[in-house]
């Protein structure tokens, strides 16, 4: 095949900026596209998340390019989930028994730059910004582009576009709009938002809290969460109703409702965030929603991938991994099609759209578990268990949230189902007492063995 094809890459994020890396070390010429200035050069990160969780599935995705030593250099080590109640006691349940398996803070603005000194070292790149595709002619391979610094319009064609252009993806649109093929979409919303806060270095640059754990203060209906910084801040971040309950977006309106909001529920933080009423204020309230399409692709020409593609709340920390995870599948199919885009794009989707409906779905079940479940008795008491099986026993026991951010060589779907099984199994016989934190590990695992499997055999709604 000729190798010299013109690809475009619509977004130049974190999925764009890796796909375009990647298809510049197979031999692609690449061009890339995005609405937003230049990131290294202009601070773009209003309204989004500043740092998230890299965890395996991302990580396999640095190996394949060859940048894993680097952005291990970017991040923070977190081993577990520091919980604070409302009186300000914190206790720490780690993400796994085995001490190797945890997960890590990093910035996505340093993560994103690395990326795109990376995918602009090779010559068959070229990165434009401040180009807003505003639309995608899939039959004829072409997109519109609009330069927002000469207000001109100008279209470019290609052998392929790819879309990586999020939640809000031009391609996607024009896929919906053009009504050419059938094609399925939905978008669903929590009434939840979030807005993002901080807690400042000391002034020695050093750390306020507890540096390597990702902090939750669960409050039911609510809750905060804190990720640790290279600078010694935190980068805290508020989910909250928008109109429902006591205290919501809507209703917290001045500065000395914010604050008893943070006395009452957060005091803790509250005491660590003399910058708190700042923050509420100046920075935005974002939506948290959930998107799914059918189908990818358009005959062998265009391809929706990462948020374009499965856009999910970002309560597992998977949303980044799950698009880097993209790049990772679409190259092992690169591998056995290539040349045959429409093969590719056909067997792509097919392997990859089950795994990133279960990642969409248990990001919601987890954000149930991480505002309300992580603070009851019977859920310590099973993480308790969970910690000590996979302790004793590394190989032949792993948690829901040990499959799902650990084990990367099985796909989010079978991950959900034996973990739900798992954590329906575990429960059960806690319930029915019929099993104990304080027990022989060796007739708990067994006893929990025999019950997932049961699950498993008779249920199809996990």
């Known amino acids: 095949m000729n190798k010299q094809q013109n690809v475009i890459v619509i ?28 990131l290294r050069k202009v601070d773009i990160s209003a309204g989004r998340s500043i740092n998230l969780a890299f965890s395996n599935r991302g990580n396999k995705a640095m190996k394949l390019v060859g940048l894993e030593d680097k952005v291990k250099s ?31 803070s990093v910035s996505r603005g340093d993560l994103n730059a690395l990326l795109l000194d990376e995918a602009e070292q090779h010559e068959n790149v070229n990165i434009h910004f401040n180009k807003k595709c505003k639309s995608v002619d899939f039959e004829k ?35 919906f709009l053009g009504k050419k093929f059938l094609f399925s979409f939905s978008q669903d919303y929590l009434s939840y938002g979030y807005k993002e806060l901080s807690i400042l270095p000391t002034e020695n640059g050093g750390y306020q809290t507890h540096k390597n754990a990702l902090h939750i203060w669960p409050r039911g209906n609510f809750m905060l969460i804190a990720l640790p910084n290279l600078n010694g801040s935190f980068t805290v971040t508020l989910f909250l109703s928008y109109s429902e309950g006591e205290y919501n977006f809507d209703n917290l309106n001045t500065p000395e409702l ?36 059918s189908p990818w692709h358009y005959k062998g020409n265009t391809l929706l991938m990462g948020d374009a593609a499965h856009a999910i709340v970002p309560f597992y920390g998977q949303g980044m991994n799950a698009a880097f995870e993209d790049v990772v599948e679409l190259d092992a199919v690169l591998d056995k099609h290539e040349g045959e885009w429409e093969q590719i794009f056909k067997t792509y989707e097919k392997q990859r759209k089950k795994d990133t409906d279960a990642i969409a779905d248990l990001a919601i079940d987890n954000f149930l578990e991480m505002r309300d479940h992580v603070a009851h ?33 099985i796909g989010y779907q079978e ?22 934190s304080s027990e022989d590990l060796s007739s708990v695992l067994k006893k929990v063995q025999q019950e997932t499997e049961n699950i498993l055999n008779l249920s199809s709604d996990l």
Do not use: W
Request: glycine content about 6%.
């Open 415 to 436: 991950a959900m189902l034996r973990g739900r099984a798992q954590d329906k199994a575990i429960l059960s016989l806690l319930k029915n007492n019929s099993i104990t």
């Open 141 to 175: 391979t072409t997109a519109l582009f609009k330069d927002y610094q000469t207000k001109t319009e100008f279209i470019e064609d290609a052998d392929v576009i790819i879309a990586t252009d999020g939640a809000g993806s031009a391609l996607r649109r024009s896929y």
């Open 377 to 409: 008795p019977i859920f310590q008491e099973k993480r308790k268990i969970e910690m000590a099986l996979e302790k004793q026993f590394p190989t032949q026991y792993a948690s829901k949230y040990s499959l799902v951010t650990f084990n990367e060589n």
């Open 258 to 293: 914010v604050e008893l909001f943070f006395e009452k529920e957060f005091p803790d933080a509250l005491a660590i965030m003399p910058n708190l009423t700042d923050d509420f204020f100046n920075n935005p309230t974002a939506a948290l929603g959930t998107v799914k399409c």
């Open 11 to 38: 977004g130049a994020g974190l999925s764009g900026s890796l796909l375009a890396l990647r298809l510049a070390q197979r031999g692609y010429r690449v061009m890339v596209y995005e609405m937003r200035p230049d």
């Open 74 to 104: 970017l991040c923070i080590p977190m081993h577990g989930r520091m919980i604070h109640d409302q009186d300000g006691n914190t206790f720490q349940s780690n993400y796994s028994g085995r001490d190797q398996e945890y997960i890590y």
